[in-house]
Nanobody, 124 residues
Framework: QVRLVESGGGLVQSGGSTRLSCVGS????????MGWYRQAPGKQRELVAA???????IYADSVKGRFAISGDHAENTLYLQMNSVEPEDTAVYYC??????????????????WGRGTLVTVSS
């Protein structure tokens, strides 16, 4: 089974920094279109940052200049560096893959995949 597992969540002081990690596990050929989303209580899930086709990066206006997305292809790991965090950043952060490619004899399968999320709480 292919999974995306987030880590790095927890309590962070306002103005501080933390780094979230997302590791792809299981058997797969590739993970493409990787991004981070977040969902605060009572609000819809929103895109935080993503690496699009061509390795271009995009950021929500609310985090631009404070957060940075990056990936380590060799380790199948996605990161979100969070600097100068604010109480408004408190949310469950989800790792997402637009396309997971799984190959087996005589078959190639594509699907999108969400991690289960990690909670980041920013204290004031």
């Amino acid at each position: 089974q292919v999974r995306l597992v987030e880590s790095g969540g927890g309590l962070v002081q306002s103005g501080g920094s933390t780094r979230l990690s997302c590791v792809g596990s299981g058997t797969f050929f590739s993970l493409d279109g990787m991004g981070w989303y977040r969902q605060a209580p009572g609000k819809q899930r929103e895109l935080v940052a993503a690496i699009t086709s061509g390795t271009r990066t995009i950021y929500a206006d609310s985090v631009k200049g404070r957060f940075a997305i990056s990936g380590d292809h060799a380790e199948n790991t996605l990161y979100l560096q969070m600097n100068s965090v604010e109480p408004e950043d408190t949310a469950v952060y989800y790792c997402h893959a637009d396309r997971v490619t799984v190959r087996s004899p005589g078959r190639t399968t594509y699907f999108e995949l969400w991690g289960r999320g990690t909670l980041v709480t920013v204290s004031s």
